[in-house]
C-alpha cells in the first residue's frame, strides 16, 4: 500500500535527521538509505530529498561540508548539528506519543521502542 504523501513530508525531516545521528552521509546515500531501512515507505527522490536537507540547514538542523574525492570530484556530506539532536528528541517524543495514542485507538499495533 502507497503511504499518503503528507504522512511521508511530515515523517521525512525526522527520518533524515534520525539517519544523520548515526553518521554522516551525502544525498545519494541518504535516498538509498531511506528508501532501504523503510522498505520503500520513505523513499524520497533527490529533487525531494535535497530541498528538505536545504530546509534543514537553512534551520540549524544539519551543516553540510565539501569533501573531494580522489577522482576530483566534490560530494557535499552532511551532519546533525547540535540543535539538530535537540530537535530530533523533541520530534521522536511527538512521534511516540501519537503512535501511543493511536494504538490506544487500536489503530497501530504496539512495538517495543528502539533506541
Same mark, same amino acid.
Given at each position: 500500500? $502507497?503511504?499518503?504523501? !503528507? *504522512?511521508?513530508?511530515? %515523517?521525512?525531516?525526522?527520518?533524515?535527521?534520525?539517519?544523520? $545521528?548515526?553518521? !554522516?552521509?551525502?544525498?545519494?546515500?541518504? &535516498?538509498e538509505?531511506?528508501?532501504?531501512r523503510?522498505? /520503500?515507505?520513505?523513499?524520497? /527522490?533527490?529533487?525531494?530529498?535535497?530541498?528538505?536537507?536545504?530546509?534543514?540547514?537553512?534551520?540549524?538542523?544539519?551543516?553540510?561540508?565539501? &569533501?573531494?574525492?580522489?577522482?576530483?570530484?566534490?560530494?557535499r556530506?552532511?551532519?546533525?548539528?547540535? &540543535? /539538530? %539532536?535537540? !530537535?530530533? %528528541?523533541?520530534?521522536? %517524543?511527538?512521534?511516540?506519543?501519537?503512535f501511543?495514542?493511536?494504538?490506544?485507538?487500536? *489503530? &497501530?499495533?504496539? $512495538?517495543?521502542? !528502539? /533506541?
Open positions: 500500500m $502507497k503511504v499518503d504523501r !503528507e *504522512l511521508v513530508r511530515g %515523517a521525512g525531516p525526522l527520518a533524515v535527521l534520525q539517519l544523520l $545521528k548515526r553518521r !554522516e552521509m551525502y544525498g545519494y546515500q541518504l &535516498v538509505a531511506l528508501s532501504h523503510t522498505d /520503500g515507505v520513505l523513499a524520497l /527522490g533527490q529533487s525531494t530529498l535535497y530541498p528538505l536537507l536545504y530546509s534543514l540547514e537553512a534551520k540549524g538542523l544539519v551543516e553540510s561540508r565539501w &569533501v573531494t574525492l580522489p577522482s576530483g570530484r566534490k560530494r556530506y552532511y551532519r546533525i548539528t547540535p &540543535v /539538530g %539532536a535537540s !530537535e530530533l %528528541a523533541d520530534q521522536r %517524543a511527538q512521534w511516540q506519543e501519537l501511543t495514542a493511536m494504538a490506544g485507538l487500536g *489503530l &497501530v499495533s504496539p $512495538k517495543p521502542q !528502539e /533506541g
